[in-house]
């Protein structure tokens, strides 16, 4: 089995030879550098140009000569062997036979989804030492992994955030080959892979778009990292068409089974057709036989995103990763209040009951942290799978100051109430690498501007600077003590330690979120699979919650208490216990919750 993506970007392999084609409208020439040779590239009109020659082989180098000036590589790259300055190297997708010929995915119902940076969690850092690990995940009960951004990015080291050729799998982790290798492996294993992609910016270091393509960029939306990318201006059908073909390029050379887009609120469009929209209709047309699922990162909290049709399936996105879920356990774990976490500080119970009856917390109410500003819209309507729930991923343990992972703050007795929730709620659970054995390497943050002094000074004060408004870092002293992102050393102590998994207290946790995956394979994931009927909840003594979610073949039921006082609740005829917290003890028909304790129950008719 041969797979290829076809598009008007980039090379393309033919019977008459390799295409070239560049859009570079911003320029009067444009020349196509091959190994030792120049050519001049024809301009074809509307800012294209192109050329077919003979003799370019997979493997073979290439760049593009700029009005004569410096060599640039291509935007839309399927390789960069020497980084992001280096030349670009063509590649023939059907050069790799694939084993995965009967893989038509897997509901996102049946999704466990296990969040993944390639060059921390091995010591190799490649995908092949990943591809070792695999079996691992799959015996624990995950059903998928969730890559994070692998778009080249400067130098060995990033979280991918940073990318800026968006075609081009870094090199730093291997091949493209071998990418196709530990997603053929995956699939061997009946795991899902997400690849997580930034359609929102571009990084700071190594992007030549401005320089031939000035039209890339608008001044009329102005994001965090600059001018915005231009979805909605002149010029913009070709902008939208280079991100569109992106995500097809993924799911369907790589054969991956579903993308998770970073910050969509920061994607500025205010055409007819937002590009979010054409995205996601464009997968839903060009995969019709296969079970593709879209993923959201949208801190708006905009429901409309995730509808679903008559037949309960999405319209546009399958998901959203739903961050007040990690919210308001953090802060019931940990007791913070500073930043987001205000947010959640008023009624953290009541909240939590919500956003599991309902899916969101914020549902176009004011956030003080937001100085007033309303966030999110009604959310009740949709069904669990819609919303991916985390206690822990890359954003919320890596932008802490010390990368300190949840076990690191947290009693045990707490968190082991917050994972069987996560785990057994109909919400889709995601874990961070290493969350499932409580990992003691930290996960920091960390970048690889080596080859730019100025940048990595600016990222190494801007760390420091981003933290001096937190009380426990407003002595500069403090702020010092933060890791340098820009150093080798900090990416090294993020590198998980698999082999102490099988030391206590790792074992132990090891141990118990295996068995709560197989309860939730088991009990949980049946009801999952018939159609959802809605849910409900009400506030219990102190702290405590009562959560019913309704399904066509039968109820699921959480009782959890927090830091009140004890409480005692009826069970429903019926009803049965499928999980509960060692501290809770049921007496026939009724329910006794000490603090910081749970019970899952189930009913079937």
Not at 135 to 155: N, S, Y
Not at 496 to 505: F, H, I, K, N
Request: with cysteine; glycine share 8%.
């Amino acid at each position: 089995m041969k797979r290829a993506h076809a598009m008007p970007f980039g090379v393309e392999s033919g019977p008459e030879g390799t295409r070239f084609s560049l859009w570079a409208p911003s320029v009067r020439k444009v020349s196509l550098v091959l190994e030792d040779q120049e050519y001049a590239l024809p301009d074809l009109g509307g800012g294209w140009r192109s050329l077919t020659v003979p003799q370019a082989q997979a493997g073979t180098r290439y760049a593009y000569k700029i009005d004569d000036g410096p060599l640039v590589p291509d935007p839309a790259s399927r390789f960069q062997p020497d980084d992001v300055r280096g030349q670009s190297a063509v590649v023939d997708p059907r050069g790799y036979t694939w084993g995965d010929m009967q893989w038509r995915g897997r509901p996102f119902e049946e999704a466990v989804l296990y969040e993944v940076h390639v060059g921390t969690a091995t010591p190799e850092g490649s995908y092949m030492a990943l591809a070792k690990r695999l079996e691992d995940l799959a015996e624990l009960g995950v059903t998928a992994i969730e890559l994070m951004p692998l778009a080249d990015f400067p130098g060995r080291r990033n979280w991918g955030y940073d990318g800026v050729l968006p075609y081009a799998p870094d090199a730093a982790y291997g091949t493209p080959d071998e990418l196709k290798r530990l997603i053929d492996r995956a699939h061997a294993l009946g795991l899902m892979v997400f690849i997580d992609v930034v359609y929102n910016h571009f990084g700071p270091s190594g992007n030549h778009l401005q320089k031939y393509a000035a039209e890339f960029f608008t001044k009329r939306h102005v994001t965090p990292w600059g001018n915005g990318i231009n979805f909605d201006g002149n010029s913009s059908r070709t902008v939208r068409e280079f991100f569109v073909h992106n995500a097809l390029y993924w799911l369907e050379e790589f054969h991956a089974d579903g993308l998770r887009f970073d910050a969509v609120h920061a994607i500025m469009d205010e055409s007819d057709t937002h590009v979010l929209a054409e995205i996601a209709s464009s997968v839903r047309q060009g995969f019709p036989k296969r079970e593709v699922h879209l993923v959201l990162e949208n801190d708006a909290n905009e429901a409309r995103w995730l509808e679903r049709d008559p037949r309960g399936r999405p319209r546009f996105y399958t998901a959203q990763w739903n961050d007040d879920f990690h919210h308001v356990w953090h802060s019931l774990l940990t007791s913070e209040s500073e930043g987001y976490y205000a947010d959640y500080a008023d009624d953290r119970v009541a909240r939590l009951g919500r956003l599991l009856a309902e899916g969101f917390a914020y549902q176009g109410e004011p956030s003080s942290h937001r100085d007033g500003k309303t966030r999110g819209e009604p959310s009740a309507h949709l069904p669990p799978s819609a919303f991916v729930a985390f206690l822990q991923n890359h954003d919320q343990v890596g932008n802490r100051a010390f990368g300190e992972r949840l076990s690191h703050l947290a009693d045990p007795l707490k968190l082991s109430l917050a994972r069987a929730v996560l785990l057994l709620s109909p919400q889709i659970p995601l874990l961070f690498m290493g969350e499932e054995w409580s990992a003691s390497s930290p996960f920091l943050f960390f970048v690889d501007f080596s080859d730019d002094d100025h940048l990595a000074a600016q990222v190494r004060d801007g760390r420091r600077r981003e933290f001096s408004r937190f009380r426990a870092f407003a002595d500069k002293s403090a702020a010092e003590k933060i890791p340098d992102p820009t150093v080798a050393a900090t990416a090294l102590k993020s590198v998980l330690r698999w082999d102490e998994r099988l030391a206590s207290p790792h074992t132990e946790v090891l141990a118990e979120t295996k068995r709560l995956l197989r309860l939730r394979r088991d009990e949980i994931l049946p009801l999952m699979r018939t159609a959802y009927g809605g849910a409900g909840w009400r506030k219990c003594a102190d702290d405590g919650v009562d959560v019913t979610w309704r399904y066509e073949r039968g109820d699921l039921r959480l009782l959890a208490n927090f830091d009140g006082r004890p409480f005692a609740a009826e069970l429903q005829a019926g009803e049965r216990e499928i999980w509960k917290s060692e501290t809770v003890s049921l007496d026939g028909e009724i329910a006794h919750l000490p603090s910081w304790s749970g019970v899952m129950l189930k009913q079937t008719p």
